[in-house]
Nanobody
């Protein structure tokens, strides 16, 4: 069993920055791919970024590239989402998720939500104009 706890969300004005954290704990952290997803009210959940735990390669969707970046600290079993130049359309609940097996697409392209076994409770990001 893996427990994920997100933090760092909040309310900011457009152009501001936030850094989300996702701390993994539990019996074992065996996931090889950690990702951030977001879901805005009335919209479907969408993948934002993912990172491969054992090599560091990372992927960020084109729509947020240059503003959002994913990183990890394996020693702390923590993944981060640095969010800069925030826009109102970034307003959403942000979730982290982790797989329990190797996913070849991790760090190269979006990975489907179904690949992720464990999910955090989410952290709200609200960007005002």
């Amino acid at each position: 069993q893996v427990r994920l706890v997100e933090s760092g969300g909040g309310s900011v004005q457009a152009g501001g920055s936030l850094r989300l954290s996702c701390a993994a704990s539990g019996s074992t952290y065996s996931g090889s791919c950690m990702a951030w997803f977001r879901q805005a009210p009335g919209k479907e959940r969408e993948g934002v970024a993912n990172v491969y735990a054992f090599g560091g390669r990372a992927y960020v969707v084109d729509s947020v590239k240059g503003r959002l970046a994913i990183s990890q600290d394996r020693a702390k079993n923590t993944a981060y989402l640095q969010m800069n130049s925030l826009k109102p359309e970034d307003t959403a609940m942000y979730y982290c998720a982790v797989t329990t097996s190797y996913v070849s697409d991790c760090g190269r392209k979006l990975v489907a939500p179904a690949e992720f076994r464990y999910w955090g409770q989410g952290t709200q990001v609200t960007v005002s104009s």
